[in-house]
């Protein structure tokens, strides 16, 4: 077997593990009186990615493939995301209501087509920062259109501005989702929340380890300084390649990653949702400190695509991705080029239309 090879199947086999044994992201929400911090850890082979802007009045289309029917949305909400492989492919992110929302691997049965329009596991994370305001609203609208998995198999942690938190996971071809007395802990990793939840008597494992710091946390302290000091505690050395702070309540996000420790900040209020020839983005590796609004660019068609040559080649190397064509590649670019701006006067009677559409 060529050396590239061995390195490339056991990176593979690397990632199986890590995911399997609940070592790999996790997410927490953090209440303190009326502030609200969400922390995350982006624990991944690969760490390239940027930090979009995304616009308000804008019409998308799910990247789905043929035969399937793609959702096709109007986005009334602002939001920044952090992207790994393309623009409106988000791994996570904050909507400027403060709804943020986050994906972690772990299992996920998805129900099979039905009248129902698709979409991708990751562009439902763009589409429910575009069109909701609350966690409310994401479980409202989830049930509405079916995920056709593309990639990974994905759950989500979702938190808003109230306190209110839900983890929303796919069992036997149905969407679950959990909120107040069943979700007695606002901490995800990479099981499903009933197993983490078993892990609590042990007080062993980085989902114990979260809840226990979440339950001693002393209000007197600085609540986004312990949020990082939460994920450091979790982190998993070089393989945290990202770590996120989102103060919702003061609509902020910081970060830093593993080859830029500074921590940088992103104010929603400073941020133009309003119609752009291109989005803003920032590379998430880049240089700078403190706050960095002003250090994003114009995200042309043309660094998108540079961003998706780079992105997959990285993750192929890492035995990942292994299925994506120059077909995909060549459809996503299709899909991206045809969004526009269109004002959101229909926008409403899409959601009520959707929201008929339910099984």
């Known amino acids: 077997m060529k050396r590239r090879t061995i390195r490339t199947w056991l990176l593979a086999c690397v990632v199986t593990l890590v995911v399997s044994d609940s070592d790999a992201c996790l997410t927490f929400c953090l209440q303190e009186g009326t502030n609200c911090v969400y922390g995350r850890n982006f624990d991944w082979e690969v760490d390239v ?16 493939l043929p035969p399937e029917k793609p959702l096709s949305w109007v986005s009334q ?3 920044v995301t952090f992207n790994q492989f393309s623009r409106d492919i988000p791994v996570g992110g904050m909507n400027e209501e403060g709804l943020v929302i986050e994906s972690l691997v772990s299992t996920a049965e998805h129900s099979p087509a039905d009248k129902r329009s698709a979409i991708n596991e990751l562009q439902w994370i763009q589409y429910h920062l575009d069109i909701c305001k609350t966690v409310d609203d994401v479980i409202r609208s989830a049930s509405a259109v079916r995920i056709s998995k593309y990639a990974v198999s994905l759950h989500y942690f979702v938190s808003d501005p109230s306190g209110n938190s839900a983890v929303i996971e796919f069992i036997q071809g149905k969407m679950v989702h959990r909120t107040a007395d069943r979700l007695p802990v606002k901490v995800l990793a990479n099981t499903s929340y009933a197993h983490a939840l078993e892990t609590l008597p042990s007080q062993k494992g ?5 809840a226990q710091m979440i339950t001693h946390y002393d209000s007197k302290k600085n609540a986004r ?6 994920l450091d505690s979790v982190a998993q050395g070089a393989f945290t390649k990202w770590q996120v702070v989102y103060d919702i309540s ?3 996000i910081h970060f830093r990653t593993l080859r830029n420790r500074k921590i940088r ?7 133009d949702f309003k119609h752009a020839s291109e989005p803003l983005a ?3 590796n880049g240089k700078g400190e403190g706050l960095v609004n002003k250090l994003f660019k114009a995200h042309t068609e043309e660094l998108n695509n540079a961003l998706m040559q780079s992105s997959l080649q990285e993750l192929k190397t890492a035995g990942l991705m292994q299925h994506v064509t120059p077909e995909h590649i060549k459809h996503i670019r299709n899909v991206i080029a045809s969004c526009k701006y269109e004002p959101l006067s229909n926008a409403n009677k899409e959601l009520k239309a959707t929201d008929k559409s339910a099984p």
């Open 225 to 230: 300084e312990y949020a990082f000091a939460l």
């Open 206 to 210: 980085r989902f114990a380890r979260a």
């Open 77 to 79: 909400y602002g939001s």
């Open 282 to 284: 920032y590379d998430v």
């Open 250 to 252: 003061r609509r902020q």
């Open 265 to 271: 900040r992103i104010s929603m209020e400073d941020c």
């Open 49 to 64: 990615g940027v930090v979009i802007i995304n616009q308000r009045h804008i019409r998308k289309t799910a990247f789905v």
